[in-house]
């Protein structure tokens, strides 16, 4: 299916930052700050130190500690301003959540509505979610790894930026435990083709949930997310791809 830009996709080529190396390694994001608002400014000061987690590079998280208990973890990678994560936490406190976010005001909302509904069972962290999955989490540690509706990188140029990738897939596969959960959604339908290739592709690792070659149903338990609203606007469907470890 044809689909066009719209403008929640970074257009422009990513700029340079001043300190990079040449040859960095190609990122999923491009970090645009954007102004706190003075609420998510207090929840940088007050509510990070009770809810947030400090990346220190290469030392693996100690979940357990973190929530205080050893249940099961569900990691959302991207969680943009974190509205469905905190709901999805709320409806299943049996489980605990880490969502993971480089937007700094996404971070900040996700703080504030961890504080307006109470939750225990949720943490967050500022990172390139790349790099946590990586050197962060020990193998077979995580129930679930989610990621919805990632920047999809339209431009034939930049699909090197898009995350989901066969590297994503042996690092996920790493991290999540036999018969643990891979969910993504996304309503590219060009991105939907490639993770449904690269995902099956991977059928040694994960299994289709839905079957060789076909999208899952959308399960009742994933909330509508805001760059899915604005998808819906659009008029893009939407794909949810769900894979079992094996
Ligand atoms: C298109 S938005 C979708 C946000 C949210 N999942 C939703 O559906 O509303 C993608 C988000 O992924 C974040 N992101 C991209 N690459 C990331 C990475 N490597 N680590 C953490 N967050 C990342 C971006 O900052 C952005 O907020």
């Known amino acids: 299916m044809e689909q066009t830009e719209d403008r929640r996709s970074p257009e422009a080529d990513p700029p340079s930052d001043p300190g990079d190396r040449p040859r960095r390694a190609i990122r999923s994001f491009v970090l645009r700050e954007g102004r706190l608002t003075a609420a998510q400014e207090r929840a940088f000061s007050e509510l990070w130190p009770r809810f947030g987690v400090d990346w220190t590079p290469g030392v693996p998280l100690d979940l357990a500690a973190l929530f205080g208990n050893d249940r099961p973890v569900v990691l959302e990678i991207g969680f943009g301003n974190g509205e469905s994560?905190?709901?999805?936490?709320?409806?299943?406190?049996?489980?605990?959540?880490?969502?993971?976010?480089?937007?700094?005001?996404?971070?900040g909302h996700l703080l504030l509505e961890i504080e307006r509904r109470g939750l225990s069972n949720l943490r967050v962290m500022r990172h390139?979610?790349?790099?946590?999955?990586?050197?962060?989490?020990?193998?077979?540690a995580l129930d679930t790894v989610q990621l919805f509706f990632p920047d999809p990188w339209p431009k034939k140029r930049h699909h090197k930026r898009r995350i989901l990738s066969p590297a994503l897939v042996e690092l996920l596969a790493r991290v999540i435990r036999p018969g643990g959960i891979f969910h993504a959604a996304t309503d590219w339908a060009h991105y939907a083709e490639q993770m449904l290739?690269?995902?099956d592709g991977a059928a040694d690792l994960f299994e289709n949930t839905a079957g060789a070659g076909a999208y899952a149903p959308r399960p009742a338990n994933r909330p509508l997310t805001k760059f899915e609203q604005r998808g819906e606007r659009l008029g893009h469907p939407v794909a949810d791809l769900i894979y079992r470890r094996r």
Do not use: S, T
């Open 85 to 107: 994560l905190a709901e999805m936490a709320e409806r299943d406190p049996e489980r605990n959540w880490l969502g993971i976010e480089v937007h700094r005001p996404g971070v």
């Open 128 to 140: 390139d979610a790349i790099e946590v999955l990586r050197e962060g989490i020990e193998p077979g």
């Open 197 to 199: 290739e690269v995902l």
